[in-house]
């Protein structure tokens, strides 16, 4: 088993920048695949990022392509979220989570959560 805690969400203005991070602990964590979900206001909880565990593969949701990067520090056991260029429709709890197999956008495939660190975007 392995567990999950978020960090780093808060409030910021549009064209801002964040960086979650998410600490894993237990039993090998460097041994999952890691991932981001969202879940809006009103919204269906949806895929942001994955990264996986030992080549780091890495897979984006296309409305965050080219400003949110996932990366990994395994000597940590924390996986980041660098959010730039933030805008409105980012507003989201932001949740981590990790399976050993799962490696995409599925969220019912991941069997290990966070509790959520919420981000808001709003001038």
């Known amino acids: 088993q392995v567990q999950l805690v978020e960090s780093g969400g808060g409030n910021v203005q549009p064209g801002g920048s964040l960086r979650l991070a998410c600490a894993m602990s237990?039993?090998?964590?460097?041994?999952?695949?890691a991932a981001w979900f969202r879940q809006g206001p009103g919204k269906e909880r949806e895929f942001v990022a994955v990264?996986?565990?030992?080549?780091?593969?890495?897979r984006y949701a296309d409305s965050v392509k080219g400003r949110f990067t996932i990366s990994r520090d395994n000597a940590l056991n924390t996986v980041f979220l660098q959010m730039d260029n933030l805008q409105p429709e980012d507003t989201a709890v932001y949740y981590c989570?990790?399976?050993?197999?799962?490696?995409?956008?599925?969220?019912?495939?991941?069997?290990?959560w966070g509790q959520g660190t919420q981000v808001t975007v709003s001038s």
């Open positions: 990264y996986s565990y030992g080549v780091g593969t890495t």
């Open positions: 989570a990790a399976d050993v197999w799962a490696f995409g956008p599925v969220d019912s495939h991941y069997n290990y």
């Open positions: 237990g039993r090998a964590p460097h041994n999952y695949n």
